[in-house]
């Protein structure tokens, strides 16, 4: 990465042998990203930890007609609703 200080961009270049790729991000846009990084990190994370309660909801509620509650120790941070809402419209 090098910077283009007259023209306040960073210019990111990404060669792999005879592919050489390059992106320019003006200065308020790597201020952005550099703001948004540990909120999407974050959210990934928690979303990482709830992947297993997740996978244990989607099997009930395959065959059923109406809601099916997650149990009381299922992580949080999913909407169980929208996501039995997700699976009827798959099913």
Known sequence: MHSATPYKTAILTLDVKQNKSSVSLKLQELRYLNYIFP???????????????????????????????????????????????EIKTLM
Request: hydrophobic share 40%; proline share 9%; net charge negative.
């Open 39 to 85: 909120i999407v990190q974050n959210q990934l994370a928690k979303y990482t930890e709830a992947m297993g309660d997740v996978m244990n909801y989607v099997i009930s509620p395959i065959n059923s007609t109406t809601y099916v509650a997650p149990p009381p120790s299922a992580n949080r941070n999913i909407l169980y609703f929208q996501l039995y809402e």
